[in-house]
């Protein structure tokens, strides 16, 4: 039984998803949630790439295109994240999940 290239991108993807999304949902910690979202996203990109590299026409730079959209929308809801993060740890003085239930204005 051979197993292809594009097989395999998707299996490392799909364990890179798995792994980001079991990181997200366990932690209590706000900053290894982002971490999480992020690994999620790296595999959504894995993905885009896997799909632009073994289609029909690769000179097309479709695929591309969507993993560079992909990545400004990670360094924004990085940058965004990491100011939520500041702002509850201004406030209550912990980073955590569980503590970040009321936000001051």
């Not at 039984?1 to 890179?16: E, I, N, T």
Request: proline share 3%; charged share 10%; glycine share 6%.
């Amino acid at each position: 039984m051979s197993v292809s290239p594009l097989q395999l991108c998707l299996l490392f993807s799909s364990a890179l998803f798995c792994v980001g999304l079991m990181g997200a949902l366990s932690r209590s910690n706000s900053i290894l949630v982002l971490l999480g979202v992020e690994l999620m996203l790296n595999a959504a990109n894995i993905n885009f790439v896997a799909f632009w590299r073994y289609s029909p026409n690769p000179a097309a730079g479709t695929g591309i295109l969507f993993v560079i959209f992909s990545i400004a929308v990670a360094a924004a809801e990085a940058a965004v994240g990491l100011a939520l993060v500041i702002a509850i740890y201004r406030h209550q003085k912990s980073i955590r999940l569980q503590d970040a239930t009321r936000l001051k204005g």
